[in-house]
């Protein structure tokens, strides 16, 4: 009898030890793995600047898509209405590009991005597409996303704000 509760609290030791490891374990790796990318995403969310270069309704219906999202803070999110205003995007983390409204202009926004700039041109479909000269120009840029619905632009800027580097 004394063998037996010998074996088993040698056996209780052992699991006692593996279920200790795999909690030490599992928090070095959560701490490594996720706690980094909820922390860039929350800081992105909180600090990073978004331009919208839209005109008229689109414009103030872009912004009332990130705004009512509960995602994005309306102060971090600023209008380019006219290719006169486009200096206010300057220091934005974010350019997204109604493409219908600014197709004629696209060259000029292509120069004023950045390497760790996000540039996401939303081009619903039923308005038209984009050439495949031009896809191929935004093709040649970093961190450039093309979307054609809503729901998706929602993911692709918060998939940007994660992915574009920190200053």
Avoid: C
């Avoid at 609290?9 to 279920?19: C, E, K, T």
């Avoid at 209008?79 to 590009?97: H, Q």
């Avoid at 597409?129 to 809503?150: C, D, S």
């Amino acid at each position: 009898m004394d063998t037996l509760i010998f074996i088993l609290n040698i056996m209780g030791y052992a699991s006692s030890i593996i279920v200790i490891s795999s909690i030490v374990i599992g928090i070095v790796l959560w701490v490594k793995g996720i706690f980094p990318v909820l922390l860039r995403l929350g800081n992105g969310l909180a600090r990073k600047k978004i331009a919208i270069f839209a005109k008229n309704n689109n414009s103030s219906s872009l912004k009332n898509l990130l705004i009512d999202s509960g995602l994005f803070s309306k102060n971090n999110i600023y209008s380019v209405t006219s290719i006169n205003d486009i200096g206010v995007a300057e220091n934005k983390s974010i350019y997204l590009v109604f493409w219908h409204d600014w197709q004629d202009n696209i060259d000029e926004i292509l120069s004023r991005v950045k390497d760790n700039t996000a540039l996401i041109v939303y081009a619903p479909q039923e308005l038209g597409f984009i050439p495949k000269e031009t896809m191929a120009k935004l093709n040649g840029k970093r961190n450039v996303v093309v979307t054609n619905f809503r729901g998706r632009l929602l993911n692709d800027i918060t998939t940007s704000i994660i992915t574009t580097s920190y200053k």
